[in-house]
């Protein structure tokens, strides 16, 4: 079946750019879909990032784009998120997700298990 | 950007009972929308899609309704597991929104 394994370190400084990982086993993440990052700040609710795709691109929370990138690496099967000029707001867990059309519905049909991201010096 | 407005913000019930969960958006949305269910420590998990649909693997007892800006879950007859936070979501103009999630507690 198909799994999602976020990665990276737990731990980043105020300023420096927070990088993570997922790692997709059991679909080519080549061959379709979209794929994307949630994150969950601790005791909050759920706020979509960005989701990316091989053939049709890229879109971003309008709030976050500036500082966002996210890109594909299909030799690896995995995608990858940084999200540069961290502050203590972007403390959260992490979610990498597969972002595809379910009927007529845009939904995150398969999550990660989450990696949480502390922002401390 | 599409607002979800979720009611109420907590639902104390107890196993057996009927809990209805609100989902308004600020704007129509059809029935572009999906419920998710998120236990503690857990990732959440797609429940409704096209706002009535069951996903894959869901009981029965789970169902959505409702169109244009107003939403509804309905969980028929409270089961100990289904004790957690669920939360509505739209994409609208390649936008993706979360409602700020409704937690089902035990009563």
């Known amino acids: 079946q198909v799994q999602l394994q976020e990665s990276g370190p737990g731990l980043v400084k105020p300023s420096e750019t927070l990088s993570l990982i997922c790692s997709v086993s059991?679909?080519?993440?080549?061959?379709?879909?979209?794929w994307g990052w949630v994150r969950q700040p601790p005791g909050k609710g759920l706020e979509w990032i960005a989701s990316t795709s091989q053939n049709a691109g890229t879109y971003y929370k309008t709030s976050l784009e500036s500082r966002v990138t996210i890109s594909l690496d299909t030799s690896k099967n995995q995608f990858s998120l940084r999200l540069s000029s961290v502050t203590a707001a972007d403390t959260a867990i992490y979610y990498c997700a597969r972002d595809r059309i379910v009927g007529a519905t845009a939904v995150f049909d398969l999550w990660g298990q989450g990696r949480l991201v502390t922002i401390s010096s | 950007e599409v607002v979800l407005a979720q009611s109420p913000a907590t639902l104390s019930l107890s196993p057996g009972e009927r809990a209805t969960l609100s989902c308004r958006a600020s704007q129509s949305i059809s029935s572009y929308l999906a419920w998710y269910q998120q236990k503690p420590g857990q990732a959440p998990r797609l429940l409704i899609y096209?706002?009535?649909k069951r996903a894959t693997g869901i009981p029965a007892r789970f169902s959505g309704s409702g169109s244009g800006t107003d939403f509804t879950l309905t969980i028929s007859s409270l089961e100990p597991e289904d004790f957690a936070v669920y939360y509505c979501?739209?994409?609208?103009?390649?936008?993706?929104?979360f409602g700020q999630g409704t937690r089902l507690e035990i009563k």
């Open positions: 059991g679909y080519s993440i080549s061959s379709g879909y979209y």
């Open positions: 096209d706002a009535s």
């Open positions: 979501q739209q994409r609208t103009n390649w936008l993706i929104t």
